[in-house]
């Protein structure tokens, strides 16, 4: 190709490129409001965010994501020093969080006031989530002794801790949780959606789960914000406690911070694909839900709810004679 030639290409791909970032710069807005259009620079930063709760997890399960050997020994030190990094890392993303409790497009809906120091309430903040690790600790093993004790394919509780995606959603949710109860915009749906990357498991940071709880399996399993599950139950893969269609306001929108998703009381089992959907809906006390139910209203303490069992169509060629279909009862189609 002639010199002329690739030096008007060249320049042509410029042109190109120049006009390609100037219409892409005007899409973007820098505004304290959240906006869709808006640069995120300002926000919590999701990396830092999910650095944070790794180490946080760290904290919970020593050595789970690093490489300390940790002993009864020097186990205060270990924990003093990851909660420390953890802290450094995620009470600066807090702060950055914090405004939108009233920049936050519904926050602007709802009138919230602004708040005046932030960095006191983000150190305030990190303090009580701080204070929240021993509880959270306490749920997790009883989390692990659920997991065990759930399911026959667990040899150790080792096992459990290292190698279970249900364990790893609960867990990280936990965590969210504690920092969804102090009111952290945004953070813990950052935390929460990276659990459901690794896991499969999309919980949101709001769900209320009691103690001795298990995910089988985890993917495809979906807990609503608004859910309250009991103490020791059990879902299998593919479950949903989701919402109904939900009310609107005046302009249209969703009508925020009612009860969308059902309760789960205490010793339940839920079996795979199972859809359980309504914030009236209470599924009682001892109950088991078999797989691909669905369910929309309230279930009495100590049932069992099935399906009725579907009819099988099996063809085989190689039957009388390559001919006729068979149903599962045998009878020809």
């Given at each position: 190709?002639?010199?002329?030639?690739?030096?008007?290409?060249?320049?042509?791909?410029?042109?190109?490129?120049?006009?390609?970032?100037?219409?892409?710069?005007?899409?973007?807005?820098?505004?304290?409001?959240?906006?869709?259009?808006?640069?995120?620079?300002?926000?919590?930063?999701?990396?830092?965010?999910?650095?944070?709760?790794?180490?946080?997890?760290?904290?919970?399960?020593?050595?789970?994501?690093?490489?300390?050997?940790?002993?009864?020994?020097?186990?205060?030190?270990?924990?003093?020093?990851?909660?420390?990094?953890?802290?450094?890392?995620?009470?600066?993303?807090?702060?950055?969080?914090?405004?939108?409790?009233?920049?936050?497009?519904?926050?602007?809906?709802?009138?919230?006031?602004?708040?005046?120091?932030?960095?006191?309430?983000?150190?305030?903040?990190?303090?009580?989530?701080?204070?929240?690790?021993?509880?959270?600790?306490?749920?997790?093993?009883?989390?692990?002794?659920?997991?065990?004790?759930?399911?026959?394919?667990?040899?150790?509780?080792?096992?459990?801790?290292?190698?279970?995606?249900?364990?790893?959603?609960?867990?990280?949710?936990?965590?969210?949780?504690?920092?969804?109860?102090?009111?952290?915009?945004?953070?813990?749906?950052?935390?929460?959606?990276?659990?459901?990357?690794?896991?499969?498991?999309?919980?949101?940071?709001?769900?209320?789960?009691?103690?001795?709880?298990?995910?089988?399996?985890?993917?495809?399993?979906?807990?609503?914000?608004?859910?309250?599950?009991?103490?020791?139950?059990?879902?299998?893969?593919?479950?949903?406690?989701?919402?109904r269609s939900f009310p609107l306001d005046a302009q249209g929108n969703p009508i925020k911070h009612i009860k969308r998703h059902p309760t789960v009381e205490d010793n339940v089992v839920?079996?795979?694909?199972?859809?359980?959907?309504?914030?009236?809906?209470?599924?009682?006390?001892?109950?088991?839900?078999?797989?691909?139910?669905f369910i929309m209203e309230s279930v009495p303490a100590d049932s069992v709810v099935t399906m009725i069992h579907p009819e099988h169509h099996i063809k085989n060629p190689k039957a009388?004679?390559?001919?006729?279909?068979?149903?599962?009862?045998?009878?020809?189609?």
């Open positions: 190709m002639p010199i002329e030639m690739k030096k008007k290409n060249k320049n042509e791909f410029a042109a190109r490129f120049d006009e390609a970032i100037a219409e892409l710069s005007a899409l973007y807005v820098e505004d304290t409001d959240d906006r869709p259009d808006g640069i995120l620079g300002g926000y919590p930063r999701p990396a830092r965010v999910i650095r944070a709760l790794q180490i946080f997890l760290d904290v919970l399960f020593p050595g789970k994501f690093s490489d300390a050997q940790v002993t009864r020994q020097n186990l205060p030190a270990f924990l003093r020093r990851r909660i420390a990094e953890g802290s450094e890392i995620l009470q600066p993303e807090i702060e950055r969080a914090l405004p939108l409790r009233w920049h936050g497009q519904a926050a602007r809906t709802e009138g919230a006031r602004e708040e005046t120091d932030i960095g006191a309430e983000a150190r305030r903040v990190m303090q009580e989530f701080i204070a929240a690790l021993p509880k959270v600790r306490w749920l997790l093993v009883e989390d692990i002794r659920a997991a065990y004790a759930g399911d026959p394919a667990a040899l150790t509780y080792a096992e459990v801790q290292l190698a279970y995606p249900g364990l790893l959603a609960i867990a990280s949710h936990r965590l969210a949780h504690e920092l969804y109860k102090l009111s952290v915009p945004l953070v813990p749906r950052v935390m929460s959606e990276w659990t459901h990357a690794q896991t499969g498991a999309d919980i949101h940071p709001g769900a209320q789960i009691g103690h001795g709880f298990f995910i089988d399996h985890a993917t495809g399993a979906v807990i609503g914000e608004t859910t309250i599950i009991g103490n020791n139950v059990k879902l299998y893969q593919g479950v949903t406690l989701g919402a839920i079996y795979a694909n199972a859809t359980i959907l309504g914030g009236d809906t209470v599924i009682g006390r001892g109950s088991t839900v078999g797989g691909n139910v009388r004679g390559g001919k006729h279909g068979y149903h599962s009862d045998g009878e020809g189609i």
